[in-house]
């Protein structure tokens, strides 16, 4: 008995030192013995330590600024014991998108952290056939007719978000940014799900994700161990507060299924909502979605939906605090355009300049900033034939990229003009097709880009009407990544209604 469990020991020893140790070197030497250049490999830890240095010091996004500076556009990052090759190159980011997109899946670290909260078969975490399936099958919720029936929707909760706000904060510093996110899933919740959101309701929701993407962090920068999806399963290491999350969203959304099937819970649009569509689609064979898939899908655009369409209009919020001269260019386009009336879908392509303002924060803010995956099948890219072998991930950084000087003329100005429509509707131009890609492009591009934008729009708009606000003069707005790019310590903003 005695010399079996040494021996179960033993063996489960040598599994992690392969996973932890062998393997990640092994991958390492593969990429750097082609002359790709990166930091010396450190076995479990990988370049953890440095990267979680810069983040304590409030410099998280200059971590892969300072790397791109020494390395180049393509370079290795071990961070824990995945061995990363980052890739920061357009034409190479285009072949890994398109033509190779079919070697690659979504990191096992990402799969398992991401699908305790969100399950594991959505759209998000889905490959191959089965995300095939079920994005045809989800498409037609986001047609173009289908939004537009949701503008007065969103135009609706908005000005009674901001009506709250006027009698809660008025002349009082608070943290927008929170706020920003708790209108945002207010809105995707109403609009698509038909569900009645109280403040509570969002408070509470809103702790849970703060808490739960925290414990993300928490496990993810201090514990590599979990890379090993078994032992990301314990629950220990605050693995109770991401399954809070998940529980949570999961009642509601099997709450407002079976509210909706004995009619409780109406749609608000007249076209048919998202949850009508999950409950109808069918695919091919004319299968419907179950019951669980539809908890899955509905939880996943609930968060892919409000987490990212909050961080964008949190930065555009504070792009125009901190360039009066754009605000007033805003503000000057919305009155002469809507002459104080709130929009109609017809309405917003007359907003030329709040769409560009939009464009360009989405450049240097990209709320998805940083995408990771990791190749399945041995393969070779670009002219130089790197190889990538297998178990070794490829990150994107989107921020870099959108600041690159090879690819954008002052590269760190916030220009607006550079996104301005002609008069035939098209926008000018980019240097490359792939050095913007804010949605990501190829068959895992954002689904609900024009829900996103539409609902940006929207609220801009009528924060610009209504408000008049001011950015606290001393208060420091420090980006870091986070599932999305957020400002560290909020953006503490004052609020007028204007006159
Ligand atoms: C400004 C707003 C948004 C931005 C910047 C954004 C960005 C992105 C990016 C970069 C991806 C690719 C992620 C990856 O493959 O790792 C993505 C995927 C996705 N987004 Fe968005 N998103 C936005 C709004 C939305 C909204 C409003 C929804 C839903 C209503 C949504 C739902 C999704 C879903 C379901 C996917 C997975 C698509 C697939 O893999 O087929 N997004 N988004």
């Given at each position: 008995m005695?010399?079996?469990?040494?021996c179960v020991i033993i063996l489960i020893l040598l599994i992690?030192?392969?996973?932890?140790?062998e393997k990640p070197r092994q991958i390492y030497n593969a990429v750097r013995l082609q002359g790709i250049p990166g930091d010396p490999f450190i076995p479990i830890f990988g370049q953890l330590k440095e990267h979680r240095r810069y983040y304590e010091s409030d410099k998280h996004m200059e971590f892969y600024m300072d790397l791109e500076k020494k390395h180049g556009s393509r370079f290795i990052l071990p961070i824990g014991p995945i061995v990363n090759l980052v890739i920061l190159d357009a034409d190479l980011i285009s072949e890994v998108l398109i033509k190779?997109?079919?070697?690659?899946?979504?990191p096992k670290l990402f799969r398992t952290q991401i699908g305790s909260v969100l399950g594991p078969v959505n759209l998000i975490l889905a490959e191959g056939d089965v995300h095939t399936r079920i994005?045809?099958?989800?498409?037609?919720a986001f047609h173009y007719i289908n939004l537009q029936s949701l503008?007065?929707?969103?135009?609706?909760?908005?000005v009674k978000v901001i009506e709250s706000w006027i009698n809660k904060y008025s002349n009082t510093y608070f943290d927008i940014q929170t706020e920003i996110h708790k209108l945002s899933l207010t809105i995707i919740c109403s609009s698509s799900f038909g569900m009645t959101v109280t403040h509570e309701l969002t408070n509470e929701l809103c702790q849970l994700l703060k808490d739960a993407f925290d414990?993300?962090?928490y496990r993810t920068n201090h514990f590599p161990i979990f890379q090993i999806p078994i032992l990301n399963k314990l629950p220990i290491l605050k693995k109770p507060v991401i399954d809070k999350l998940g529980h949570r969203f999961r009642s509601l959304a099997r709450q407002m299924i079976e509210q909706r099937r004995c009619h409780m819970n109406e749609n608000h649009s007249d076209q048919n909502d998202l949850l009508d569509l999950l409950l109808t689609a069918e695919d091919k064979e004319g299968k419907k979605f179950s019951d669980e898939e539809i908890e899955n899908e509905a939880i996943t655009f609930v968060l892919a939906g409000h987490e990212t369409t909050g961080g964008l209009l949190s930065w555009c919020l504070y792009i125009l605090l901190t360039n009066p001269e754009v605000f007033n260019d805003c503000r000057e386009e919305v009155d002469r355009v809507l002459n104080g009336q709130i929009p109609d879908y017809s309405d917003l392509q007359n907003l030329i300049i709040i769409d560009a303002v939009l464009h360009e924060t989405l450049r240097l803010y990209p709320p998805v900033s940083i995408i990771m995956r990791e190749c399945i099948r041995e393969h070779t890219i670009g002219e130089e034939e790197i190889r990538i072998p297998v178990g070794a991930g490829v990150v994107f950084n989107f921020y870099n990229l959108h600041r690159s000087d090879k690819y954008w003329k002052d590269p760190l100005k916030f220009d607006y003009q550079r996104w301005i429509r002609n008069s035939n509707g098209l926008k000018p131009k980019l240097a490359h097709r792939f050095c913007y890609l804010p949605f990501l492009a190829g068959v895992r591009n954002?689904?609900?880009q024009n829900f996103g934008l539409l609902e940006a729009k929207i609220v801009l708009i009528i924060m610009?009407?209504?408000?008049?606000?001011?950015?606290?003069?001393?208060?420091k707005v420090v980006p870091h990544h986070r599932i999305t790019l957020k400002a560290k310590y909020g953006i503490q903003a004052k609020i007028q209604p204007r006159v």
């Open positions: 005695f010399f079996e469990f040494i992690i030192y392969y996973k932890l140790i190779k997109y079919a070697f690659y899946k979504k994005r045809e099958m989800l498409n037609p503008t007065s929707l969103m135009c609706q909760e908005t414990a993300l962090y954002c689904i609900g610009i009407q209504k408000l008049n606000i001011e950015i606290k003069p001393d208060h």
